[in-house]
């Protein structure tokens, strides 16, 4: 079909047939910006649509001459009128757009065109009074939100469109009334929520544009301050969490256990919390860091006072970190322990600001901690006390308190101080009152224990004298400090151990050395004696011997034989009598027993000696209650006890003196006695004639010949087979000597050969007796 088309007509127009389009003119084309494919066999709805006319109007129904926006492809507003006319063919129509050109908005305000351009704000031009968007900038339909923020699906809407419940909103109360007013509005930071529902705050501008005293127009300003305002809002609010914050902290600070101090550049204090000033005040207001130094000492943990270079204060005033310095001050006469970290602050320019100092008081801690280790070293000694079962007491240092006291100990003491109350009453009292120390000991006492806790000495050993039931005592003690945390004595464990028995022993010994002296020094002068004569003796022989005169000095010669003889059988006995009195102290001195008649024994002796004895014009005299008594002994060691005594009584006596030898036979008991009628013994000497190894009377001894170990070598062989040794004397008048030995006898006894028995009995009688004066 042809359509004849007006060439050359300024109108756009397009043909329709049944509604749909089959023909336009290029104007047409021109004017909306759509091909002509685009638009051949489209609807008049989609038409409508393309050009996005309010739906209110439909072209099918169109009346002719009415005005409406219409949208170019680009979606430029144009107003148009339209006109339909019917043709002759059926159902074909022409639609033609008539414009009023100058109603373009890119003509008529070219500001708001450049505003348009410029995306740095949303911007948008709505009809009044339909409010169809007319145009606007990726801004602003940005602002608006999916799907909205693109002009396709945005232009030529209403603004109903795009505000939720439109009709019951602010925003149409305030179109409304900018449109009635005539009046722009403007109001910053309007919260909205775009079709996404995202949170917006937006500085909005609504401008009427007013034509011949009408709003055509307004004009919409929107700058998306969202961002801006969350910062704002998120730091307000971070402000008043911080301050928040602060005020916990501020709460924590001042009631924290810890002392915190904040110190200034200026070395004064800008912050003490509570426990801070209670430690401070504690001692003296104190107004800047050098004030308490003054009155408080600082110790390490060894006891040793910090320099003050060496504080942490100091330090952290100095510009050094400072982590858990221990240090120990008195503070109301007790010490206490503190842990000292600390830290100095500098402001934004590096400059030192101020110090932090954090004290921790760890007093409590470390008692404990101290309470552990104590316990640890006692467990150790408590142990090893059960063990050895000695004394044992502890006490505090250097208060000498009694802490802990053991039975052993507690015995002890009941007996030096029977008014000493039960055990526990004890603890707590003075080490020194409780054991009535003298002030002299005490103060010895506390001089040695000083000693050992200041290591002055290496031993830690004690010795204390002290008196059970009058009797003479003696403790060693080993003294323990237990030491505390701060490495100082804190306790004392005393053991003691009783060595009166030890010390006796020494004691004795000692004595026994200086007998032992005494009888070498006595000895040496005997053994000198008899060697002198016989070296003398011998060179008057050697000159009878050279000279020829031994014929001539035959008598002399055999004398002198008689002597060399005599003293060495003086020598033989001296020997003799040390080797035993050496055997008997070392325990070597055996009895060789035999069942002997005692009654012989003695007889036989006396009457072997009797022939000496009348040389020396003295009698000697035998008797006896009994012909036999036969009892156990060592019978050649008898014989030199009677003989030993028969010599001596020899030898204090006097030509014409008398001796008797008795045999008494007491039941169990024979009682053999030696008296003389000689000089007699010193009452005083009495007692002390057979102390082993005592020295004898050197006026007495030293009248005579003798080496002072006879009598005490008797009493020993006596005691030895279980008897007895007395004396009774009177000065002048003479002395007996009294022997009991036991009445035993033993199960089998060796015979002894009778013949050497003999020949020992004669060396015997010459060795006994080779110390009185015969010659
Ligand atoms: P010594 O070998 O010197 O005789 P003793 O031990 O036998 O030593 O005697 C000790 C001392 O006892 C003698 O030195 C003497 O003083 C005194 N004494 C011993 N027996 C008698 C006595 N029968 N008469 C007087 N004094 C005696």
């Known amino acids: 079909m042809y359509y004849a088309l007006n060439e050359g007509t300024e109108e756009p127009f397009f043909y329709t047939k049944n509604s749909v389009i089959i023909e336009m003119n290029n104007e047409f084309i021109n004017f909306t910006g759509y091909s002509r494919d685009e638009l051949i066999g489209k609807s008049l709805l989609k038409i409508g649509y393309m050009l996005r006319i309010d739906s209110k109007f439909s072209l099918e129904n169109i009346k002719n001459g009415c005005g409406f926006y219409i949208f170019t492809k680009e979606y430029d507003e144009r107003w148009v009128s339209i006109t339909c006319k019917t043709l002759e063919i059926e159902n074909e129509k022409v639609y033609f757009f008539k414009e009023k050109t100058n109603l373009r908005i890119e003509n008529k305000f070219s500001i708001i065109n450049k505003l348009l351009l410029d995306n740095n704000v949303g911007v948008a031009i709505y009809n009044v009074p339909n409010l169809t968007l007319l145009k606007a900038n990726q801004y602003y339909l940005n602002l608006l939100g999916k799907p909205y923020n693109t002009k396709e699906t945005a232009i030529g809407k209403k603004a109903s469109d795009f505000i939720y419940l439109w009709e019951n909103s602010e925003w149409k109360e305030i179109v409304t009334n900018v449109i009635n007013t005539g009046q722009s509005f403007l109001r910053k930071e309007m919260k909205e929520y775009n079709q996404n529902w995202k949170e917006l705050y937006i500085d909005g501008n609504i401008i009427p544009v007013i034509e011949k005293g009408k709003v055509k127009y307004i004009v919409l300003i929107g700058e998306d301050v969202t961002e801006k305002v969350l910062l704002r809002k998120s730091s307000q609010e971070q402000a008043k969490i911080i301050n928040k914050q602060k005020e916990k902290l501020e709460i924590i600070m001042e009631n924290m256990f810890d002392g915190l101090f904040v110190i200034d550049k200026h070395y004064k204090y800008t912050l003490l919390n509570n426990s801070a000033r209670e430690f401070m005040f504690n001692f003296h207001p104190l107004k800047s860091v050098g004030d308490s130094l003054s009155y408080i000492k600082y110790y390490d943990s060894l006891g040793n006072l910090i320099p003050v270079k060496e504080l942490p204060i100091t330090k952290v005033l100095k510009g050094e970190k400072v982590k858990e310095f221990r240090i120990t001050c008195g503070m109301k006469d007790e010490m206490h322990n503190f842990d000292i970290s600390g830290s100095p602050i500098y402001d934004n320019k590096g400059d030192f600001d101020s110090g932090i100092i954090i004290v921790r008081n760890v007093t409590d801690k470390i008692k404990a901690e101290e309470n552990r280790l104590l316990k640890t070293q006692l467990n150790f000694f408590n142990n090893m006390i059960a063990n050895l079962k000695v004394g044992f007491v502890r006490y505090s240092y250097p208060e000498y308190k009694i802490i802990e006291i053991n039975n052993k100990t507690y015995d002890d003491l009941k007996q030096i101080n029977p008014g000493v109350g039960n055990v526990l009453s004890i603890i707590g009292k003075n080490l020194f009152s409780a054991f009535n120390f003298t002030k002299d000991e005490e103060a010895e006492f506390r001089k040695n224990i000083q000693n050992i806790v200041d290591k002055k000495v290496n031993s830690n050993f004690n010795y204390h004298k002290f008196y059970l039931s009058g009797e003479e005592r003696f403790l060693k003690l080993i003294h323990q400090p237990l030491v505390g945390i701060n490495g100082k004595a804190v306790e004392i464990i005393d053991i003691s151990t009783d060595i009166t028995d030890e010390v006796k022993a020494k004691n004795e010994m000692k004595k026994i050395f200086q007998i032992h002296e005494e009888l070498f020094a006595n ?253």
């Open 523 to 775: 000895v040496s002068h005997e053994l000198k004696t008899p060697l002198n004569v016989i070296f003398s003796t011998n060179q008057l022989m050697e000159l009878y011997l050279k000279k020829g005169l031994v014929e001539v000095n035959k008598e002399k010669v055999f004398r002198d034989v008689d002597i060399i003889k005599q003293n060495c059988y003086r020598l033989t006995k001296l020997i003799n009598n040390i080797v035993d009195l050496s055997k008997i102290e070392s325990g070597f001195f055996k009895l060789n027993l035999s069942n002997e008649n005692i009654v012989e024994v003695t007889e036989n002796i006396v009457q072997s000696v009797s022939e000496y004895i009348k040389r020396k014009e003295i009698n000697i005299i035998f008797d006896t209650n009994t012909e036999e008594k036969i009892i156990a002994c060592d019978p050649e060691k008898i014989e030199r006890i009677i003989l030993n005594l028969i010599s001596n009584a020899i030898k204090f006596s006097n030509s014409g003196g008398s001796i008797f030898v008795n045999v008494l036979d007491k039941g169990g008991i024979v009682e053999i006695s030696v008296e003389d009628t000689g000089i007699g013994i010193e009452k005083k000497y009495l007692d002390n004639i057979f102390g082993r190894f005592q020295q004898v009377d050197k006026s007495l001894s030293r009248n005579v010949e003798g080496s002072g170990i006879g009598l005490s070598l008797v009493k020993s062989i006596v005691e030895m087979h279980g008897g007895k040794i007395s004396v009774a004397s009177e000065v002048g008048k003479g002395s007996i000597f009294k022997v009991e030995l036991p009445a035993r006898i033993i199960k089998s006894s060796k015979a002894i050969e009778k013949n050497k028995q003999i020949n020992n009995k004669i060396q015997m009688i010459n060795v006994e007796f080779s110390d009185i004066y015969s010659i």
